[in-house]
């Protein structure tokens, strides 16, 4: 698919998330993370999930397996969605990055940038009644602000429409597990919106 410049920002104008899908594994946008990577990291989950779970960027268990949150912190992500009585399979889980940054640092700004209109038309194409961002670097790239997750969560923001709730990292979770309850406050609140009863 072609990309389209609309307004300063690229925006990919994939007509299915199997095109998308295509387009992003054959993506050279930051030269380091092309020659690095084992594999992009794409989605998995239902294509017309009501709720989407975003994290920061696939680490080595990702890039092995081209699957989204499957090593430690992915396992507990699957708890904590199963917590809330739905599946791995009807909700969608992504990240901010398809590619694994070396050594899982941070995202630089350009990556980010660069990677940003493949996950803006990946919304645009699941269309999700809402989103919750795993971790600050989600929430401060989907957002586009610098507060921190502590101020983040407990509220609901607005992504172009969608819903977004915001949480700690599951990675984070793992090594403050005294967070946890926060969390669960989180996906209580998120649930109750959704309409989904515990
Ligand atoms: N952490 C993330 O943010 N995303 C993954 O896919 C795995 C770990």
Redesign the pocket.
Known sequence: AQEADTGGEKVSSAATLEVLQTEVAGCTLCDELASTRTQT?FGVGSPSARLCFM?????AD?DRTGI??V?R??QLLTKIIEACTLTRDEVYIL?VLKCRPPGNRNPTPTESANCKQYLRRQLELIEPEYICC??AVAAQNLLETTETIGRLRGRVHQYRGINVVCTY?P?YLLRNPSAKKDCWDDMKMLMGLMGVKL
């Open positions: 990291v994290g920061e960027a696939p680490g990702e989204p949150f090593g912190a992915g990240n795993l971790g990292h990675a």
